[in-house]
Structure formats: structure tokens, C-alpha cells
């Protein structure tokens, strides 16, 4: 069974478009992430929802959005797509109990625009 | 402002070595937690450890280890017995200590271990 799941694997788009990418994560963990990493590999975190409630938003421009339905789901919204969106994401979930944490990560979803 | 440094970009060493991948972190909070990832070739993201701020004991895990030492604000990663399998390019975060509403996570730039067999 998959821990993360992201849907599509790959993404390619023409400028302007609206595009979603769905993440989803069978482990019952209470925070999930999204993240996003570059041409030149720099990773970067862009959201965090935990129980639903956003805890993290990065500067990110507001052209991207997460949606999250219910704490097994975080979807990435992004509007307007630009050439500068072309990267992978990878959505993770977090389990953590005391001082002990682990993420798990999606296989990651590249997106490409034109 | 935070920041984390990852000065080795490129590493190769022999299988069965040790290697020793460097983290340097700035911060202004007295609060905050480490972490390490590992991508390999294949491309997916592997959390391996992170670290709280007031917990400077050092961890080990199989022929991983960390040494965390605030005096120096390093959180370093040494690999013992190197694998061919231990290739891949590892990532130093340093993320502040929750604080309601927002919180900040930086990377470093990454490290590639090559490993050679």
C-alpha cells in the first residue's frame, strides 16, 4: 500500500492554465506538507496543514493554494501558471509524538510549463 | 534571519569509508529544530532525522550518525562503511519552533555523495 500518494506524476502545461495536483495519505498523520524543488534541485517548503488548519505558508504567490478536505487530503491549486512553476512537488505527511518525528514523502509530481 | 550552509557541494569517496557531510545553521531563536533528507538518483525525498534545539545528544542509526553541537551551530551527518546505495544528495533544514499561526523551514543547498564501489 502507498503511505503518499500524489496524482499526476507528470504535468505538462501551457502558460496561463489552472492546474491541481492531488496528494493523499493513508497513515492517519495529522500534518502534511507541500514542498517544492527547482531546476537547479533547491528545495523549498510552500505549505503545511495540520488537522486542516494552515501552519506553514511560505512567501508563496497567492497564485498558488492548498485545499485541504479532510486531513488524509492536501491539493495544490495553482492559477496562472507561469514558466518559473516548472519544478517537481512533493507532498509528505508528518507523524510526530514527542521529540520523535518522520515525514513521509509522495513520489513527487513534475510539472512543466510551456 | 535563518540560514544553512552546506559548503560541501560534491563528495566522492571509496565504498567502505566514512564520510562526513557538513551543516552549518544561523538563527536568532533559541528554539528550533534540525533536520536531514536524502534524495536519491531515483529522485524521491527520504526524511532521515531531525533534531530539537535543547537535545544536543548525539544520535546514531545503523551507520548513520548525527553530532549536533550549538557551539558551533552545526548539525553534522557521518556515514559510516559507505554503500553504493548511500549515493544520493543530502539536504541539512533548519525550521523555527512552531509559535502559532506561521513558521519558517530553510534549506541547505544539498551535498551529493557519490559512492564508489
Known amino acids: 500500500d502507498t503511505a503518499v500518494s500524489q496524482t499526476p506524476k507528470y504535468l505538462v502545461t501551457q502558460m496561463g492554465n489552472d492546474k491541481s495536483i492531488k496528494c493523499e495519505q493513508n497513515l492517519g498523520h495529522d500534518t502534511m506538507y507541500w514542498y517544492k524543488q527547482d531546476s537547479k534541485k533547491f528545495l523549498k517548503i510552500m505549505f503545511s496543514?495540520?488537522?486542516?488548519?494552515?501552519?506553514i505558508n511560505e512567501t508563496v504567490p497567492n497564485r498558488f493554494s492548498p485545499k485541504s478536505p479532510d486531513k488524509a487530503h492536501l491539493n495544490l491549486h495553482i492559477n496562472s501558471l507561469e514558466l518559473g512553476d516548472s519544478a517537481v512537488y512533493f507532498c509528505a505527511s508528518r507523524y510526530r509524538q514527542g521529540t520523535e518525528e518522520t515525514q513521509y514523502f509522495g513520489p513527487g509530481t513534475r510539472l512543466l510549463v510551456l | 534571519a535563518q540560514k544553512v550552509t552546506q559548503a560541501q557541494t560534491e563528495i566522492s569517496v571509496v565504498e567502505k569509508e566514512d564520510v562526513t557531510l557538513d551543516c552549518v545553521y544561523e538563527t536568532r531563536d533559541t528554539t528550533y529544530y534540525l533536520f536531514w533528507y536524502k534524495q536519491p538518483p531515483s529522485g524521491e525525498l527520504v526524511f532521515l532525522i531531525r533534531?530539537?534545539?535543547?537535545?544536543?545528544q548525539n544520535e546514531i542509526s545503523g551507520r548513520y550518525s548525527w553530532n549536533f553541537q550549538k557551539s558551533t551551530s552545526s548539525f553534522n551527518f557521518t556515514i559510516t562503511a559507505s554503500q553504493v546505495v548511500d549515493s544520493a544528495v543530502y539536504f541539512c533544514?533548519?525550521?523555527?519552533?512552531?509559535?502559532?499561526?506561521?513558521?519558517?523551514?530553510?534549506f541547505g543547498t544539498g551535498t551529493k555523495l557519490q559512492v564508489i564501489p
Open positions: 496543514y495540520n488537522n486542516k488548519e494552515l501552519i
Open positions: 533534531r530539537n534545539s535543547f537535545d544536543e
Open positions: 533544514a533548519l525550521s523555527e519552533a512552531y509559535s502559532g499561526g506561521y513558521q519558517k523551514v530553510t
